[in-house]
């Protein structure tokens, strides 16, 4: 656990995690960071905790001591929100103190009360304050739905800053560089691809409440951004507000100037168009990705999916439906509600068709509302007039993704 000064009488708690899947479900392949922060006026609160693994919760004891502050001098535990990876050590700091109060929303306090048996609990509202002394004066800021109905800001109102938890942060383990202005450009890359990953693997089902928390910020006057999760933004901290609006525009169909190719063959026969559309790709000038179900990781192929500006896929027909593993994806990615996306399917058949049947099915009961471009099914191998067929419609697809592409400013 890394401890950092942040500003006056504000200090970061830090630490990566590893080999988890966060949520249970996400691998994450270049870990994450659980980020606390201490801020002290004549009282002490900490604003967001650390998750109850073994040791993690003395871990932070430890380090706090190091900063000069006795846990038991801690008086407020303010919840931004209410998920474990933040909240699981209360119990282990209800054992070792009794008079603290937690802080957060109405949500956020069942929660608290059933997940923790806490009960010592004060609810705020929008623009509720909290005067530590000392000139330290916390106000709380809901923000429903990111990603949870609990979650609020927490802002400092001497040093705006403004602690954000879940909103603004990032997949990616800190090295020895933790605010903006110490990234090198190949860290920042790293972080806003991380951010891609976090956004789309956690974020992307709630992206309307995520506007509403965008818009939020902008009304506060923000000199520092301090996520739960990644970097704190103190240099330029306007950066974060622009990748989380462009994120947003991702989750509605844009993406960058990039292809993902989302396919799966049986036999290789979807597989020979899968590589004569690559071939075209490369003529063509075009980056792509190439997704193989059931092979890639759920959290990649949401994130790499997501950024793009237009989705191939290839997937046959398997039991009178469409590839089970590429099927499963286009589940996913609905669940996600990644919606508007510009697409282009094709894939072989056997005995008989039901693969685009299916697509369809999945398309429409999701609400993903992708643009398609006519499909292309070929039985057996294809054909050169399948290819033919197959290369129109890239042709297509590349055209018509231009509009969608939103690049990094
Ligand atoms: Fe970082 Fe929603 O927990």
């Not at 919840?79 to 700091?93: A, C, K, L, T, Y």
């Not at 933004?233 to 993406?255: E, H, W």
């Amino acid at each position: 656990m890394k401890k950092i000064k942040i500003a006056n009488g504000i200090h970061m708690l830090t630490m990566n995690v590893e080999d988890i899947l966060f949520e249970g479900i996400w691998e994450i392949a270049n870990g994450v960071t659980l980020n606390s922060y201490i801020v002290q006026g004549e009282k002490t609160a900490i604003i967001d905790g650390v998750i109850n693994w073994d040791g993690v919760p003395e871990t932070l004891y430890a380090n706090l001591e190091e900063i000069g502050v006795d846990p038991q001098n801690i008086d407020y535990l303010i919840v931004n929100h209410m998920e474990p990876d933040h909240s699981g050590w209360i119990s282990s700091f209800r054992k070792i103190k009794d008079d603290f109060t937690v802080i957060c929303t109405e949500k956020a306090a069942k929660m608290v009360a059933s997940f923790y048996g806490e009960d010592k609990i004060r609810v705020v509202k929008e623009g509720d304050t909290l005067d530590l002394g000392k000139g330290k004066v916390l106000s709380f800021h809901p923000v429903p739905n990111v990603h949870w109905p609990d979650t609020m800001y927490t802002y400092e109102r001497e040093t705006k800053t403004l602690f954000s938890c879940d909103m603004f942060g990032t997949f990616g383990r800190m090295g020895d560089h933790c605010f903006d202005d110490e990234l090198t450009s190949e860290e920042t890359d790293f972080f806003e691809s991380e951010g891609i990953r976090y956004y789309s693997n956690v974020m992307a089902t709630f992206t309307p409440s995520l506007r509403k928390a965008i818009d939020k910020a902008k009304a506060l006057e923000i000199n520092i951004i301090a996520p739960g999760h990644g970097p704190v933004y103190r240099k330029n901290p306007q950066k974060i507000i622009d990748d989380y609006s462009r994120f947003s525009l991702y989750a509605d169909g844009a993406g960058k100037n990039e292809v993902t190719i989302l396919w799966g063959s049986m036999y290789g026969m979807t597989k020979k168009a899968v590589n004569f559309v690559e071939d075209i790709l490369k003529r063509e000038g075009i980056k792509y990705n190439k997704l193989e179900m059931p092979l890639e990781s759920e959290s990649e192929m949401v994130a790499t999916v997501f950024k793009s500006a237009a989705i191939i896929i290839g997937a046959p027909t398997y039991e009178y439906n469409l590839f089970p593993p590429v099927a499963a994806a286009l589940n996913e990615l609905g669940r996600k509600k990644i919606t508007g996306k510009t697409a282009f399917r094709f894939g072989s058949y056997g005995w008989s068709g039901g693969a685009e049947k299916e697509l369809k099915e999945i398309i429409e009961r999701n609400k993903m509302n992708w643009g398609f471009i006519e499909s292309v099914e070929f039985e057996g191998a294809p054909k050169e007039e399948d290819l033919k067929k197959v290369e129109a419609g890239i042709l297509e697809l590349i055209e018509k993704m231009r509009e969608k592409i939103v690049n990094r400013i």
